[in-house]
């Protein structure tokens, strides 16, 4: 009875893979769509504050006001696109748009930086992009300081010798943060659209009503048709990997066999919300948009953009019905914290009641749909 049941179900997923492979289309969002949106978010999507434009207004001229442009270009944070003597300049380039940071060095700043009440430096930003202006307003205002600790005579030492460290992350490069989280992301959006858009295919051709009165039943129906994506999803899953380890050389500091774990347990809640959209869904455009319409809030409210913590605190609550939280957790933390089961059995825990859960009622829904 179980061999006979297994060889059905076999039966359906040889058909539905030969089916993948002669759809070009498909093929293509299976195999070349992950590895162009990883190329996209390892080079396009960065929170780093790279060549940010200055414009330097220097009143003083002295090799003391050279040497602070200097010290603020060093580093590849800014760039200077322009220098006048007159603030006005300044203030138009930032209406204009042509810089993003104005920096004015008074007169006589060399002179006053060793009076006791210090000398005094005027920073402009450009707050259109609330994220990149914060940045690199911290970026200038700590180079401005440590270029007038560092002109000093060595009795003006600060009262506190503050060393930074960053524990995880040291370089903290947005790049090893963004692209583990485009695992979570591609393996949802692979299982929703490829579930969805197959079994409502099969509805709108006709071959469901004779897939039903074939020997398989409902359930076997349902591994039939999510088996051969939930591999698929898979094999994304390991060729990301490979691509952020081998091209992008972002850390992998865990176990393997967690990530593995972590990537099962979540596709059961990514197959399950597939399997969901196509029993609410009659054509192939609307379980298409019906997707897109539930993949925006599932990535929003995961903290692959945007954090958790910044969120107010409903939504930060409602969060944690979201199943691509937890496993995008559970993958930052293998990537660049080495974190065990010990330390992420909460997000595991939730990933598997979440992907029993919407399983089940996915495939509840669907068996009654398509009797």
């Known amino acids: ?14 058909k539905e893979v030969r089916q993948m ?6 093929s293509r969002m299976m195999f070349i769509s992950p ?7 390892g080079y396009a999507v960065s929170t780093d504050v790279r060549h940010t434009p200055l414009y ?40 204009h748009g042509s810089t993003t940071v104005g920096i004015q060095i008074p007169p006589h700043y060399a002179r006053e930086l060793r009076d006791p009440d210090g000398a005094r430096v005027q920073i402009l930003v450009d707050g259109t992009n609330s994220n990149v202006a914060t940045v690199a307003l911290g970026y200038a205002e700590q180079i401005v300081r440590t270029h007038a600790l560092t002109s000093l005579d060595r009795r003006f030492e600060p009262p506190v010798d503050l060393r930074e460290r960053a524990w995880f992350n040291p370089a903290l490069v947005s790049r090893n943060y ?8 591609i393996m949802l959006m692979m299982s929703l659209l490829l579930t969805s858009l197959a079994v409502v295919r099969e509805r709108e051709l006709g071959t469901l009503e004779q897939l039903m009165v074939s020997p398989l039943t409902p359930g076997e129906l349902i591994a039939g048709k999510t088996i051969p994506f939930g591999l698929v999803a898979m094999f994304d899953m390991v060729v990301i990997t490979a691509v952020a380890l081998l091209w992008f050389r972002i850390p992998f500091l865990g176990q393997g066999p967690i990530l593995l774990l972590a990537a099962l347990l979540f596709l059961m ?28 809030p599932l990535m929003m409210l995961s903290g692959f953009m945007f954090p958790v913590t910044s969120m107010s605190p409903l939504f930060q ?9 937890h496993y995008l957790e559970i993958v930052r933390a293998v990537f660049l914290k080495g974190s065990g089961f ?4 909460h997000q595991f825990a939730a990933l598997a009641a979440m992907g029993i859960g919407l399983l089940a009622f996915a495939a509840s829904r669907f068996h009654k749909t398509v009797q």
């Open 269 to 296: 809640s990514a197959l399950g919300l597939g399997l969901l959209i196509s029993t609410v869904s009659h054509t192939q455009q609307e379980a298409f948009l019906s997707t897109f319409l539930l993949m925006l």
């Open 1 to 14: 009875m179980l061999r006979e049941k297994m060889a059905r179900i076999g039966g359906l997923v040889r």
């Open 56 to 95: 330097v207004v220097d009143h003083d001229h002295t090799q003391v006001s050279r040497q602070l442009v200097e010290a603020l270009t060093a580093g590849g944070y800014f760039k200077v696109v322009g220098r006048s003597d007159r603030a006005k300049d300044m203030a138009d380039a930032l209406d």
């Open 21 to 26: 492979f002669r759809d070009p289309r498909m």
């Open 35 to 41: 590895i162009m949106q990883l190329m996209i978010f």
């Open 342 to 345: 010990d330390a992420l059995w």
């Open 317 to 325: 609550w409602l969060t944690l019905l979201n199943p691509l939280r």
């Open 178 to 185: 963004n692209v583990p989280g485009v695992v979570g992301t």
